[in-house]
């Protein structure tokens, strides 16, 4: 969906998330462990907000906001539920941080069945949170 500068700030607000990053033009912020304070979708010291990743793991629900030449943004939500058919396969998979104190990014890749029958192609990435660099948990 697209959305105007308003309408933006309602929906981040609204979907208080668990753990975010978000990714202005002069600057990066990221919030872990419910400490999500509700930033504007653009701001006069950091300027517009460029890119954002929201998450409530807990619900398996990702937010991905992505900002658009018009001057809007296009807001995607993701969300993971059984699937009876087969037809989607879910893994995760860990990348660095920017930043070591932030430690991984840990993503859930969501694939799709191909329609042709030539197996499984990936369709979204959903951020899933935060994890400890140096942890060994198979990803």
Request: glycine residues 8%.
């Amino acid at each position: 969906m697209k959305l105007a500068y308003d309408e933006l700030t309602t929906c981040l607000k609204e979907f208080s998330p668990g753990h975010a990053w978000l990714s202005y033009q002069s600057r990066n912020e990221a919030f872990s462990d419910g400490q999500f304070v509700h930033q504007p979708a653009t701001d006069v010291e950091y300027g517009y907000l460029l890119h954002g990743e929201l998450t409530k793991a807990d619900e398996d629900r990702s937010l991905h906001v992505h900002y658009q030449a018009n001057g809007n943004w296009r807001v995607s939500e993701y969300f993971i539920e059984g699937d009876e058919n087969g037809d989607w396969l879910v893994d995760q998979t860990r990348v660095l941080a920017t930043s070591h104190s932030l430690g991984m990014l840990t993503y859930n890749r969501i694939w799709a069945l191909n329609t042709d029958g030539s197996g499984y192609a990936p369709i979204a990435a959903c951020f899933d949170g935060f994890s400890d660099r140096d942890s060994r948990e198979e990803s």
